[in-house]
């Protein structure tokens, strides 16, 4: 099973960017489509960005559309995750999930490993 380790989250002023990035140690990364999940406060943890096992596909909630963008690198096991125009509604505890299949997935459920978390907070 693979593992996985977050970073690059921080501290941002709205309207700022920043990468996050996770590294994907174990079984064959390409095996996996993978997917980036938030977390506020208080509230379920949700969809952000999923792409499938080649980088060909990809899928993004719409609040996000157009202000990020997901890619991977299966030569070096990491997926990360372009974060532009970020707004103070974007602050969350950000998982890195995988799941073992090759085609991209919105939903929680269907993802068998997560990393810890990486904090983003956007201030106004």
């Known amino acids: 099973q693979v593992q996985l380790v977050e970073s690059g989250g921080g501290l941002v002023q709205a309207g700022g960017s920043l990468r996050l990035s996770c590294a994907a140690s174990?079984?064959?990364?390409?095996?996996?489509?993978m997917g980036w999940f938030r977390q506020a406060p208080g509230k379920e943890r949700e969809f952000v960005a999923s792409i499938n096992w080649n980088g060909g596909g990809t899928y993004y909630t719409d609040s996000v559309k157009g202000r990020f963008s997901i890619s991977r690198d299966n030569a070096k096991s990491t997926v990360d995750l372009q974060m532009n125009s970020l707004k103070p509604e974007d602050t969350a505890v950000y998982y890195c999930a995988a799941r073992l299949g090759r085609t991209w997935s919105d939903s929680v459920i269907r993802y068998d490993v997560w990393g810890q978390g990486t904090q983003v907070t956007v201030s106004s």
């Open positions: 174990g079984r064959p990364f390409s095996s996996y489509a």
